[in-house]
């Protein structure tokens, strides 16, 4: 590590510290040259998740836009913030587990979807007739079946 004052790379860590989270190591150095003190932080550089969108376009996975479409769709129905954000987290784990790090965007939609689909009936509905792009009526009165015969078996 090159000190920040005269550039020279030769120091001894005095102290570290993990952060709240532990994902970071925070590194206090010397520098053995002209003894000045200096702060270093120390992170796991993430892989990042592509999503392959349905035109072919790549684009970062963004788990803002996950929790964006999932508020539209949960709209004045009662599903709490934490349910959303332990299933986002939840989904982001999985694709960071995954071995590929490029994932279709409908394998994203289709977990939000069945999500939903255990949430609420509602929430479902709306969030599927925006993915699937419903075009009339009709769609959303076949998606609304589905959904009724698989709650009453």
Known sequence: MKCPY?????NKVIDSRLSKDASVIRRR???LTCSRRF???EHIEEIP???IKKDGRR???NRDKVRSGMLKACEKRNISMNSIEEFIDDMERDLREAEEKEIPA???GEKIMAKLHELDGVAY???ASVYREFKDVND???ELRKLLSTENP
């Not at 005269?6 to 030769?10: G, K, M, R």
């Open 6 to 10: 005269c550039s020279e790379i030769e």
């Open 29 to 31: 150095r010397e520098c």
């Open 39 to 41: 702060t270093t932080y």
């Open 49 to 51: 998740i592509m999503i």
């Open 59 to 61: 684009e970062l996975f």
């Open 106 to 108: 409908a394998v994203v």
């Open 125 to 127: 509905v709306r969030f």
């Open 140 to 142: 959303f009165v076949s």
